[in-house]
């Protein structure tokens, strides 16, 4: 697998992926976590 143009827009990454001799784009949303986290 190899992966290239992570490209961050907001809230939303968006990551070209090949596959098996076969590609990808994939995009992910979240949301910014809150504090406190992780103390």
Same mark, same amino acid.
């Given at each position: &697998? =190899? &992966?290239?143009?992570?490209?961050?827009?907001? #809230? $939303?990454?968006?990551? =070209?992926?090949? $596959? #098996?001799?076969? #590609?990808?784009? $994939?995009?992910?949303?979240?949301?910014?976590? =809150?504090?406190?986290?992780? =103390?």
């Amino acid at each position: &697998m =190899e &992966m290239r143009n992570f490209i961050l827009h907001r #809230d $939303i990454l968006s990551v =070209e992926v090949t $596959i #098996d001799k076969k #590609d990808y784009i $994939i995009g992910v949303q979240w949301k910014t976590p =809150e504090k406190p986290y992780g =103390e």
